[in-house]
């Protein structure tokens, strides 16, 4: 059973909220920022939970896809006339798209990281990642204990959480299997990273992955 902050959009925002301090949305706007930096034209939102990216694809004209597996999210998604794929997104088919994107969740595949790897690269050449990289599920007694437990999907307790330093690490592991470039945009409470394939359309990536500092 999904966790109850992941039973409604509602809840989820609010734990959101106090986790962010009130800074929730803000994370989306970073990543619709770099999606508006580039002509896009269709995007596909991996874990998306909420709706914030979709309403702006929806107003730009940019075709948006959502993939989570949690079905209250999906329902609400739906609901709002959104194009969504309900499941385990290692295991759904993946919409070829200019740009995929994914907040805040990149934890729940610390385990699977080479096949999510895998998948993203058959189906895009633009990947725009925030992570969580300092945050209480790290942090010992009661608080910490209630964030890692809080983000049950429906599968299981996801209490793994990247640092920054693990994620880089990762980034670069997953840099050599697939040669894409990665550009750090900021590091803060999350970690808001660029990474990019020469496509088709021949559009170059950025730098070779080194810290924003
Ligand atoms: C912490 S929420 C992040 C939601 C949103 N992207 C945001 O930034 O607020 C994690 C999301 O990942 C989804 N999720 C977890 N494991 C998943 C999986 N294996 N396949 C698809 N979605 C998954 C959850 O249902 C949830 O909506």
């Known amino acids: 059973m999904p966790s109850l902050i992941y039973s409604h959009i509602q809840l989820y925002r609010s734990a959101m909220n106090l986790l962010y ?8 706007q970073h990543v619709i920022d770099l999606l508006g930096a580039v ?32 079905p209250h999210f999906c329902a609400r998604a739906r609901r709002r006339g959104y194009r969504v794929i309900e499941g385990d997104l290692l295991s759904v088919d993946l919409p070829a798209s200019d740009a995929f994107v994914m907040a805040g969740s990149l934890y729940h595949f610390n385990d699977r990281l080479p096949a999510l790897f895998d998948a993203v690269w058959q189906r895009s050449s633009r990947w725009i990642l925030s992570e969580p990289v300092r945050n209480l599920s790290s942090s010992g007694g009661v608080v910490g204990r209630w964030a890692r437990r809080s983000a049950n999907p429906g599968d299981r307790h996801a209490a793994f959480r990247f640092n920054e330093e693990s994620l880089l690490e990762m980034l670069r592991d ?12 900021s590091s803060d409470r999350d970690m808001l990273v660029v990474m990019e394939r020469p496509g088709a359309d021949g559009r170059a990536g950025g730098p070779a992955l080194e810290s924003h500092r």
């Open 21 to 28: 301090a009130g800074g929730y949305r803000q994370r989306f």
């Open 39 to 70: 002509p896009t034209a269709s995007v596909c939102d991996l874990c998306f939970g909420d709706t914030v990216i979709a309403d702006w694809c929806a107003a730009h004209d940019v075709r948006w896809t959502g993939v989570d597996i949690n």
């Open 174 to 185: 997953q840099q050599r299997r697939h040669g894409f470039t990665c550009r750090v945009v």
